[in-house]
T-cell receptor
Framework: GEDVEQSLFLSVREGDSSVINCTYT??????LYWYKQEPGAGLQLLTY?????DMKQDQRLTVLLNKKDKHLSLRIADTQTGDSAIYFC??????????FGAGTRLTVKP | DGGITQSPKYLFRKEGQNVTLSCEQN?????MYWYRQDPGQGLRLIYY???????QKGDIAEGYSVSREKKESFPLTVTSAQKNPTAFYLC????????????FGSGTRLTVV
């Protein structure tokens, strides 16, 4: 079946911006999500965007959505060492179905 | 505060044993989910339940079983038929309105010894 695709690794310097990209599968997806997972923990919802929006900003986080290309990105401004984690992109096609990407491991170097 | 509680955090299973992972939520969410996480493979859906006394198979249900006798509880049993059970298991529940986002528990790491 089709997969939500993300690159597996990203490494940045502390203070730089991080951009994590995702390609999702279904143009009818209603909501698109970004989750953060720290080591040995569950997933924490970071932010989400409704499909009729192009951009959403929430403090250091900016989500961009390109529906034509089915591309979603998460930008973290002024990345800190505490941002080191795995970031999952997910799409919700309908109430009962959510598809996750494989996750992008973000490493922040001091 | 409301949330999802998974227990135990670590679980060891001998070959041929069944083990049950607990998941309890006090969010009053109707839908609950079990996912398996393996390194580099993201999350794979095992079972989900939208309402009490009803549940559906996900993508990798073989070797697992669930029950949903109460709204708050959705235990997962890993049976001896599951040949490669070592993984991190995550339980989630879903908001019933708005953005329908999931709330996750903190996970159970199961290891076969």
């Amino acid at each position: 079946g089709e997969d939500v695709e993300q690159s597996l690794f990203l490494s940045v310097r502390e203070g730089d911006s991080s951009v994590i990209n995702c390609t999702y599968t279904d143009s009818s997806s209603t909501y698109l999500y970004w989750y953060k997972q720290e080591p040995g923990a569950g997933l924490q919802l970071l932010t989400y965007i409704f499909s009729n929006m192009d951009m959403k900003q929430d403090q250091r986080l900016t989500v961009l959505l390109n529906k034509k290309d089915k591309h979603l990105s998460l930008r973290i401004a002024d990345t800190q060492t505490g941002d080191s984690a795995i970031y999952f992109c997910a799409e919700s096609i309908y109430r009962n179905d959510m598809r996750f990407g494989a996750g992008t491991r973000l490493t922040v170097k001091p | 505060d409301g949330g999802i509680t998974q227990s135990p955090k670590y679980l060891f299973r001998k070959e041929g044993q069944n083990v049950t992972l607990s998941c309890e939520q006090n969010l009053n969410h109707d839908a609950m989910y079990w996912y398996r996480q393996d390194p580099g493979q993201g999350l794979r859906l095992i079972y989900y339940s939208q309402i009490v006394n009803d549940f559906q198979k996900g993508d990798i249900a073989e070797g697992y079983s669930v029950s949903r006798e109460k709204k708050e509880s959705f235990p997962l049993t890993v049976t001896s038929a599951q040949k490669n059970p070592t993984a991190f298991y995550l339980c989630a529940s879903r908001r019933d309105r708005g953005d329908y986002g999931y709330t996750f528990g903190s996970g159970t790491r199961l290891t076969v010894v």
